[in-house]
């Protein structure tokens, strides 16, 4: 069971918006604001698509962005798109003795 | 561009041991901490542990899995992290991958490699 918590799938329409949550505690989520979301693609190298709870990475569209209110952070995707389908994952900073931990992805299919 | 290749995955037996290494290209390999991560089938990415850069006097931290069988070391000469895995378990199967940074905007992967423990 992953520490943080996150919806196993989520699903959208081209051109339509998405949201996938990730919630965690007040250890981790609601202490700090490092939370980085990431694109993984199965069989790739995982990709930073928001770090610092709402920073875009240069070269990440502007049609991601990220939000966070008490222990829960939000990735919100607009103008989905089919390139958007793949798994995404939540991390955030724990403290310096568990560091950093995970969600247990989302997997968003464009329909 | 960031290139971040690990090698040394493979099939292993219970209580065996493998020694995982992370080459990186085109980024400042010295001045940053590098992690492991993990993912086994069909579940969410697991923190395994870090070393921090000389600076940081190499300081290394693990997950509480792997505490005591895991130990993570690095070469700045040849830009290169390693994890060296000892009593390996059925649970340690999984893919992984080493990272740059997981907090901040230098966050660069690998692809993984796959470790398989099992008789």
């Known amino acids: 069971q992953s520490a943080l918590t996150q919806p196993a799938s989520v699903s959208g329409s081209p051109g339509q918006s998405i949201t996938i949550s990730c919630t965690g505690t007040?250890?981790?989520?609601?202490?700090?604001?490092?939370v980085s979301w990431y694109q993984h693609h199965p069989g790739k190298a995982p990709k930073l698509m928001i770090y610092?709870?709402?920073k875009r990475p240069s070269g990440v569209s502007n049609r991601f962005s990220g939000s966070k209110s008490g222990n829960t952070a939000s990735l919100t995707i607009s103008g989905l798109q089919a390139e958007d389908e793949a798994d995404y994952s939540c991390?955030?900073?724990?403290?310096?003795?568990?560091?950093?931990?995970f969600g247990g992805g989302t997997k968003l299919t464009v329909l | 561009e960031v290139q971040l290749v690990e090698s040394g995955g493979g099939l292993v037996q219970p209580g065996g041991s493998l020694k995982l290494s992370c080459a990186v290209s085109?980024?400042?390999?010295?001045?940053?901490?590098m992690h492991w991560v993990r993912q086994a089938s069909g579940k969410g990415l697991e923190w395994v542990g870090r070393?921090?850069?000389?600076?940081?006097?190499?300081?290394?931290a693990y997950a509480a899995s792997v505490k005591g069988r895991f130990t993570i070391s690095r070469d700045d000469s040849k830009n290169t992290a390693y994890l060296q895995m000892n009593s390996l378990k059925t649970e340690d199967t999984a893919v992984y991958f080493c990272?740059?940074?997981?907090?901040?905007?230098?966050?660069?992967w690998g692809q993984g490699t796959l470790v398989t423990v099992s008789s």
């Open positions: 085109g980024f400042t390999f010295s001045d940053s901490a």
């Open positions: 007040s250890s981790d989520v609601g202490s700090y604001n490092l």
């Open positions: 990272v740059t940074a997981l907090t901040t905007d230098s966050s660069y």
């Open positions: 070393i921090r850069s000389k600076a940081n006097s190499y300081a290394t």
């Open positions: 991390s955030s900073y724990a403290g310096s003795t568990t560091i950093v931990v």
């Open positions: 610092e709870v709402t």
